[in-house]
């Protein structure tokens, strides 16, 4: 296979070129094409170690395998989530436009090279400790729904938050790559694992082989894997936000069952060392839980995954 790197030329802030590097990777036999994306959020890094360890078990391909390591490069320099330029968010921006601010550009030049693929995975993570997600955009054809739910299925996440892009709620998404390609026909899975500080080596193992298993579902790769996938999960995402500020303790355990009113945990609160105990909002899986952390009044304790179907 032949290995190519090039840089996309942005535009420019000052005496700092804005580059996108783009790493290709060509099989000597004609194929299927896909593209692994990274670091669309600048502070969100962990899908680099993947992509790494991805590599270090690739030793051929057919077709194209596609990397955008660091798709917004200065917010990524800078461990910051949006780009300093403008301070957009780069997911809110797709499909983009070339004469519009940097994001806009950005967003543009990556979606040229995304729907050109028969497959996408955009990795990103989320702040506080997690259980590795995949997002379902659900939209798009029927065709398209399929393709993606059998990606999901290769790659095996504990759960899989389903979207529902009419909500209000989950209305900001819509500009978010994944269900922009999603409408061009394009299955794609946007992958959300804990940051390099959190994630255990068997997420890492998780994220590698269920990408593995999705290239290898594409003929793009022939890698062995470890594990075959299980059942689906599929949730809402219900977040639950303090109203009271202080450190927060928990017992409970990421994937833990919980009912709607059982207590999750105390905010012990930093003047009065009072404890008030925390109740969930909703009955289904613990995916996010922030435990051991200071927290102010709004901010977010856990996130309860309701079970949706199976
Ligand atoms: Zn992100």
């Given at each position: 296979?032949?290995?190519?790197?090039?840089?996309?030329?942005?535009?420019?802030?000052?005496?700092?070129?804005?580059?996108?590097?783009?790493?290709?990777?060509?099989?000597?036999?004609r194929?299927?094409?896909?593209?692994?994306?990274c670091?669309?959020?600048?502070?969100?890094?962990t899908?680099?170690?993947?992509?790494?360890?991805?590599?270090?078990?690739?030793?051929?391909?057919?077709?194209?395998?596609?990397?955008?390591?660091?798709?917004?490069?200065?917010?990524?320099?800078?461990?910051?989530?949006?780009?300093?330029?403008?301070?957009y968010?780069?997911?809110?921006?797709?499909?983009?436009?070339?004469?519009?601010?940097?994001?806009?550009?950005?967003?543009?030049?990556?979606?040229?090279?995304?729907k050109?693929?028969?497959?996408?995975?955009?990795?990103?993570?989320?702040?506080?400790?997690?259980?590795?997600?995949?997002?379902?955009?659900n939209?798009?054809?029927?065709?398209?729904?399929?393709?993606?739910?059998?990606?999901?299925?290769?790659?095996?996440?504990?759960?899989?938050?389903?979207?529902?892009?009419?909500?209000r709620?989950?209305?900001?998404?819509?500009?978010?790559?994944?269900?922009?390609?999603?409408?061009?026909?394009?299955?794609?899975?946007?992958?959300?694992?804990?940051?390099?500080?959190?994630v255990?080596?068997?997420?890492?193992?998780?994220?590698?082989?269920?990408?593995?298993?999705?290239?290898?579902?594409?003929?793009?790769?022939?890698?062995?894997?470890?594990?075959?996938?299980?059942?689906?999960l599929?949730?809402?995402?219900?977040?639950?936000?303090?109203?009271?500020?202080?450190?927060?303790?928990?017992?409970?355990?990421?994937?833990?069952?919980i009912?709607?009113?059982?207590?999750?945990?105390?905010?012990?609160?930093?003047?009065?060392?009072?404890?008030?105990?925390i109740?969930?909002?909703?009955?289904?899986?613990?995916m996010?839980?922030?435990?051991?952390?200071?927290?102010?009044?709004?901010?977010?304790?856990f996130?309860?995954?309701?079970?949706?179907?199976?």
């Amino acid at each position: 296979m032949k290995k190519t790197i090039t840089k996309i030329k942005i535009g420019q802030a000052g005496a700092v070129s804005i580059e996108i590097p783009v790493l290709k990777f060509t099989g000597s036999k004609r194929g299927k094409k896909a593209l692994i994306v990274c670091g669309i959020h600048g502070d969100e890094y962990t899908g680099l170690l993947v992509i790494n360890n991805v590599l270090e078990k690739i030793k051929d391909i057919q077709g194209e395998l596609w990397i955008i390591p660091s798709a917004n490069a200065l917010a990524q320099a800078l461990n910051i989530r949006i780009n300093p330029l403008d301070l957009y968010d780069l997911n809110r921006k797709f499909p983009g436009d070339k004469t519009k601010e940097p994001t806009d550009r950005i967003a543009a030049e990556i979606f040229e090279i995304a729907k050109d693929m028969d497959a996408v995975l955009d990795f990103h993570t989320f702040e506080d400790p997690t259980v590795v997600t995949n997002i379902f955009m659900n939209c798009g054809s029927n065709e398209t729904k399929k393709k993606t739910l059998e990606f999901i299925k290769l790659f095996d996440p504990d759960i899989v938050w389903e979207l529902n892009i009419k909500s209000r709620d989950e209305l900001k998404f819509v500009t978010a790559l994944g269900p922009k390609l999603s409408f061009e026909g394009i299955p794609n899975i946007a992958v959300e694992l804990p940051q390099l500080h959190n994630v255990s080596d068997e997420q890492i193992e998780r994220a590698v082989d269920g990408t593995i298993k999705i290239l290898n579902n594409l003929k793009i790769t022939n890698v062995s894997h470890a594990k075959e996938s299980r059942e689906l999960l599929f949730v809402e995402n219900k977040e639950f936000n303090s109203n009271v500020s202080g450190i927060f303790v928990t017992h409970k355990k990421l994937m833990d069952k919980i009912k709607k009113g059982e207590v999750v945990g105390g905010v012990i609160d930093i003047t009065s060392f009072k404890k008030t105990q925390i109740k969930s909002h909703e009955s289904g899986v613990l995916m996010v839980l922030k435990d051991r952390q200071f927290v102010t009044t709004g901010g977010r304790l856990f996130t309860v995954g309701k079970l949706k179907r199976k």
